[in-house]
């Protein structure tokens, strides 16, 4: 799902041309607004729809993801710190899709591994990756299962 940019919205601050890994993004001269110059060489990283503080970035869905016709909105939520999908399917249907994001500022370092105290032996023995516990929402204090949620896994079903 290639990206693309809503003209109207971007205001060419340049966080895409920063963050795209494949250097396709970049910012129209005469108009100072984003657009992606190659959108067959996209990575589908969605880098550039998280960094955008304008939501100015959307992405073009594929068949298997969304049939013709429909559309793909993001929404950014640093205080919320969470990115929304949201797909409107042409007979005017909507499936929400709601991911946690890092809230870190912009351009703030992240701490290196070296600099990090080693984990403990409970930690190492247990199912968790290192430093997880701190590192990720749990709501509710533990590993969100299948089996926790209630529910059971299905031949051919992904949750």
């Not at 955008?52 to 939520?77: K, T, W």
């Amino acid at each position: 799902m290639p990206t693309f940019v809503y003209m109207t919205r971007c205001d060419g601050c340049g966080h895409c041309v920063d963050i795209c890994p494949s250097d396709i993004m970049h910012i129209d001269e005469t108009h100072r607004r984003a657009y992606n110059i190659e959108p067959d060489m996209c990575w589908e990283c969605y880098s550039c729809v998280k960094a955008c503080p304008q939501n100015a970035i959307d992405v073009r869905g594929y068949a298997d993801f969304a049939p013709l016709g429909h559309s793909v909105r993001v929404l950014r939520e640093e205080e919320k710190g969470t990115i929304a999908w949201k797909i409107t399917f042409r007979d005017g249907r909507e499936k929400n899709f709601l991911s946690p994001i890092t809230t870190k500022p912009w351009g703030s370092a992240i701490p290196k591994l070296a600099e990090l105290p080693e984990p403990g032996k409970e930690i190492r023995d247990s199912q968790l990756l290192c430093f997880e516990p701190n590192n990720i929402r749990f709501d509710d204090g533990g590993l969100h299962t299948l089996k926790a949620a209630g529910l059971k896994l299905k031949e051919g079903v992904y949750y």
